[in-house]
């Protein structure tokens, strides 16, 4: 059913109307009458609007007027909008305007507005209450899992169970059907992770499938997971084949999560599935639908899960909606409207979630009372109960969060959304009010998204267990609720062609997978749309040259992936205010972006072959220009300096200098930006950034006092800085989430080398100089977490003050003779460092005075360090207290360390084997990584003997190897043991077969191995992984192999 949400929009118009550019037109035109009408009655409506959107459910009348209302305040707000940019922007006069059309629409939107005033409609101001803000981490808490012991330990059995003898092979499938909402896919978690079923699987497989049911798709995912590599096989019986070849000789578990078709040739062509593997391997199902488990056949056993107790759906709802123990206690009342409104959930987990995170934020008992007697409860069409906790929880929310969800209803189901996008296109829609106390919209849009992320609106979508969060999805059933509640107002063609009228739509997403990305005929009917997201696999292969005239009203257009140019015309959609232009492939941007004036975010993240940028100052409102990736850019147009609203601007390219410019021109070797002068480094002066910004190419500057008119260390809001010389920072990447994204896209096309490639910097006394100059006037702000300094030619380091620093990068640094005072920074955690040429020795200097050095250090990288020959111990110090991983590399005249006595994760390669004498101490060791050691023939006594707790075991690369060392045995927690490429090694050491917790055991390229003895081997009993490559002297490896009864590969 379609909901309709007003309130945002006709504020805007409010405020609108209160433009001293348009009260210069009404005066005129002699329409002061008509503008202060319309100010006296659209507060009279907003007043009682959240009443008539709550009743549109039940009273057709309300909800048809409101519906007429939306379409005359749609084109109000557009008709104020342009009138207020040609007036501002193209200079034109009030009688350029259609008067006619003008006060058509201003009459149709009075005429609305005061015919809702017959309703009699309640006023209410609650629902514009903000929640209450209550300090949140951006990570949502997932509620524990209540009432499904006795449902898994049922399914768990069916998969331990033999499959049933049938014609098809040796798997069978289990379904989980259910209605949604009931918590099939978190049973399905449930049993996935079980510790049971992965020890009884070799392999398992998550596929979630969803309305998108492809053979090929799901064939190839299934390819890709259980091999760790990507399929490029189109062909069916292509990838038949390879599916055989990789589930054939395993035992597998294949999760296929929300399926709904009921296609019998679907899932014909998924046969194979169920015709290899090992005896035993099972294939479990999530489905709604009963015939989805009947097409299954008869290798199929169906599960019916049924609704949770009250009491399991109340200890879900207590945990989202008391913050406390002690806080449920002290509202009894609360406490038993809570339990009332357990009993109208229907058993359903998702309803009980949904509720508890909605009451979370209300205290007053008469709040929880009006949603325990609403009369959706009660409304014949929601047949299943969650349905009205879904629409109570949406019509409970205030009006601006309403208008954000429903503009969710705009992405493809299971769609992944970033955060900061969908924050800057509601921005650009005009969904986030200020709060009038100077708090940036970005700040207060976060607030929105994370109020809903509370109510389970947004699920993480990470790329793996525990790994930081990519981005977010909406959850299946909101998804559903949204597009319900957006019926004629939104629309998503997904490889289909709408045959309906479309006249009332105003956002619209096309995703062309399978087809020409062309604009459908059937859309240039709505003449007043405002969102165009365009998703496409394979990226634009066109753009037609009519798209933008035809929608001149769009305030959002997505566009990413682009393979082609786009067409001067994107001038004509004046209005537009966000434009996403990532991952395309064009070379320069259409000098019509100039004449975008409203435009507040320009996405080009990943554009890797953008040489240039167009003229920007006219972009007045430019928020956030993302050019993340946009390596071949030779630099930033002049004038990016004046916009002053600018936010977002993680690279600035230092321009060469003219005369180097014009040489290198005349050579060929040089790119001009048009008749552009590209921006200098001054031109950072007043904008305050936020987040990350990385200089590029600081070996061009000719001037310091340009460098000190940056200003750095004013802008207060930048919390990740990178600085660099020559060509070593090209691929520095400052932020986890970015650096995947980057990776992707990189495998996609070859990167054009640009003007900025030039050869690296070498030092000399003069650039050593000028290089240290520099770097002390871009002294950033004290909030600064994160710094990376790269190719910095300089002798010494400034000594900054950045007590909030977390994480520094030093790399290429080779002319520097002392390392920087760092001990010092109380909440540093990450220090890496490479390429120190001149670094003879780590020095008190390095620690700085306090008592405890680097306090809150955790993670050490040091790599590179040629000359480095002594790192003593500073008397009275306590030195890294936290320290839990040192990497060393490529540390040759290097011969002790100091004792690091927390450490779990060691990795030392390509050093002197003497420093291993260092790491006899230490007692903590989880991880041990030996590699690169010439020298080395054993290992020291008490290095094994000290590390009881040790799990993971490398030896690489140590050719003169002949002995592990008499304590192996004591490794009784080794889990993981590689020994490659250690040449002179010929016997496993005593007390091998003392290795009860190994599971994965690799040798390779030990030439001088002839015998792998019963004993040891046969004793392995948890041995689950055995690889032995390429060790030509190995007369056997059969004997004990019968013994290791866990083995899996």
């Known amino acids: 059913m379609e909901q309709i949400v007003l309130a945002p929009l006709l504020q805007v118009i409010f405020d609108k109307l209160a433009n001293p550019v348009l009260q210069k037109f009404a005066d005129y035109w002699e329409l002061e009458d008509r503008f202060k009408k319309l100010q006296r009655i659209l507060p009279l409506v907003q007043a009682v609007i959240q009443d008539a959107e709550e009743q549109q459910a039940t009273d057709k009348s309300i909800r048809i007027w409101l519906s007429q209302l939306k379409d005359a305040a749609y084109k109000a707000e557009d008709l104020l909008e342009e009138y207020t940019y040609m007036q501002n922007y193209k200079n034109s006069k009030p009688y350029d305007v259609n008067f006619a059309n003008f006060t058509n629409i201003l009459d149709d939107l009075q005429k609305a507005a005061v015919e809702g005033l017959s309703f009699h409609l309640a006023e209410r101001n609650t629902g514009d209450k903000q929640f209450e803000k209550r300090e949140t981490s951006s990570f949502v808490i997932g509620s524990e899992v209540y009432g499904r012991d006795e449902d898994k330990r049922k399914i768990i059995d069916e998969l331990f169970s033999p499959s049933r003898t049938v014609s098809e092979g040796n798997t069978s499938a289990i379904s989980i059907v259910g209605t949604p909402g009931i918590g099939k896919t ?420 990943g554009c890797y072959n953008l040489k240039c940028l167009p003229s920007m100052k006219r972009i007045t409102g430019l928020r956030h220009l993302n050019i993340s990736g946009c390596e071949a850019l030779a630099g930033l147009p002049t004038g990016i300096g004046e916009l002053v609203h600018l936010q977002t601007l993680p690279i600035f390219v230092v321009p060469i200098a003219s005369s180097t410019q014009r040489k290198q021109i005349r050579m060929g070797t040089g790119f001009r930006m048009g008749t552009l002068r590209p921006a200098r480094i001054s031109e950072l002066k007043h904008l305050n950034l936020r987040g990350e910004l990385k200089i590029k190419h600081l070996e061009r500057i000719d001037d310091v006092e340009e460098v000190k008119l940056a200003n750095l260390r004013n802008k207060e809001y930048l919390e990740s800085l990178g600085l660099c010389w020559g060509n070593k920072g090209a691929d520095l990447t400052m932020n986890p989430s970015l650096e995947a994204n980057v990776a992707r896209f990189q495998k996609r096309e070859h990167h054009v080398p640009g003007p900025s490639e030039e050869p690296e910097t070498h030092a000399t006394t003069s650039n050593q100089d000028s290089a240290g100059e520099v770097l002390a006037c871009l002294q950033p702000p004290k909030n600064l977490k994160k710094i990376f300094i790269v190719g910095y030619p300089g002798i010494g380091f400034p000594n900054w003050t950045l007590p909030n620093l977390t994480e520094m990068v030093l790399i290429s640094c080779r002319g520097c003779v002392q390392l920087p005072i760092l001990g010092h920074l109380p909440l540093l955690r990450s220090l890496r460092m490479e390429g120190m040429d001149n670094i003879t020795h780590i020095g008190p200097e390095f620690y700085g005075e306090h008592v405890v050095s680097f306090p809150s250090l955790q993670e050490l990288f040091m790599r590179d360090f040629p000359s480095l020959q002594e790192w003593p111990i500073p008397n009275g110090k306590e030195i890294f207290p936290k320290l839990n991983k040192l990497v060393l590399r490529k540390c040759p005249n290097l011969v002790s360390l100091p004792l690091f006595l927390s450490l779990k994760h060691l990795e030392i390669q390509s050093c002197r084997s003497i420093i291993l004498n260092s790491t006899e101490e230490l007692t903590f060791l989880s991880t041990l990584i030996i590699e690169g050691f010439d020298d080395l023939s054993s290992l020291p006594a008490n290095l094994l003997r000290n590390n009881p707790l040790l799990t993971c075991l490398t030896i690489k690369s140590c050719p003169g190897l002949q002995s592990l060392g008499p304590d192996f045995g004591c490794l009784t927690s080794l889990k993981s043991l590689s020994i490659q490429w250690c040449e002179e090694l010929s016997l496993l050491p005593e007390g091998f077969e003392n290795l009860n917790a190994l599971e994965c055991f690799v040798i390779s390229d030990c030439h001088s191995m002839e015998i792998l003895p019963e004993n040891p081997i046969g004793g392995l009993r948890s041995l689950q992984i055995l690889s032995i490559e390429n060790c030509s002297s190995l007369s056997s490896i059969s004997v004990g192999l019968q013994y290791l009864t866990a083995l899996k590969h």
Request: proline share 3%.
């Open 186 to 605: 978190t049973l399905a978690q449930f049993i996935y992770n079980d510790d049971e079923v992965k020890e009884h699987f070799n392999l398992r497989i998550w596929i979630f499938v969803s309305r998108d049911f492809k053979a090929k798709r799901i064939i190839k995912a299934a390819i890709e997971s259980s091999s760790g590599n990507k399929c490029d096989l189109v062909d069916l019986e292509g990838l038949q084949c390879e599916l055989w070849k990789s589930l054939n000789d395993k035992k597998y578990l294949l999760m296929l999560d929300d399926v709904w078709t009921e296609d019998q040739d679907e899932w014909d062509q998924l046969r194979p599935l169920f015709c290899c593997g090992v005896d035993g391997s099972k294939v479990l199902v999530t489905t709604c639908s009963q015939k989805v488990a009947l097409v299954l056949g008869n290798s199929n056993t169906s599960y019916c899960l049924k609704g949770l107790s009250e009491d399991d759906c109340f200890n879900i709802f207590r945990k989202r909606a008391f913050f406390t123990q002690t806080e449920e206690e002290n509202n009894p009342n609360l406490r038993g409207i809570g339990k009332e409104l357990m009993r109208k959930c229907g058993g359903t987990p998702l309803a009980a979630k949904i509720l508890g995170g909605l009451m979370r934020f209300k205290r007053e008992e008469s709040d929880w009372l009006y949603m325990l007697k609403s009369d959706l409860w009660n409304l014949d069409v929601y047949r299943s109960k969650f349905i009205p906790a879904l629409l109570l929880s949406y019509l409970h929310l205030p009006s601006h969060l309403k208008h954000c969800f429903a503009f969710c209803s705009i992405f493809p189901k299971n769609f992944e959304i970033k955060r900061e996008k969908l924050i800057h296109m509601w921005m650009a829609q005009g969904l986030i009010l200020s709060d009038g106390g100077g708090k940036p919209l970005e700040d207060i849009g976060d607030e929105y998204f994370n109020e809903l992320l509370w109510m389970s609106v947004f699920e993480d979508v990470k790329e793996t267990e525990g790994a930081f969060v990519r981005g977010y999805k909406i959850n299946d059933a909101f998804h559903s609720l949204a597009r319900s509640i957006t019926q004629k107002d939104s629309l998503v063609l997904e490889n289909q062609l709408a045959q309906t009228n479309n006249g009332q739509v105003h956002h619209a997403s096309i995703v062309c997978n399978n087809r020409p990305s062309l604009i459908p005929e059937a859309l240039s009917q709505a003449k007043h749309l405002r969102t165009l997201l365009v998703f496409s696999e394979d990226g634009l292969l066109e753009v037609p040259s009519d798209i933008f005239s035809s929608f001149i009203y769009l305030r959002v257009l997505d566009l990413s992936g682009c393979q082609t140019k786009l067409p001067q015309s994107i001038r004509d959609i004046s209005l537009l205010k966000y434009l996403d232009l990532s991952n395309s492939h064009f070379d320069k941007l259409p000098s019509g972006i100039s004449s975008l004036c409203y435009l507040q975010a320009l996405n080009l993240f």
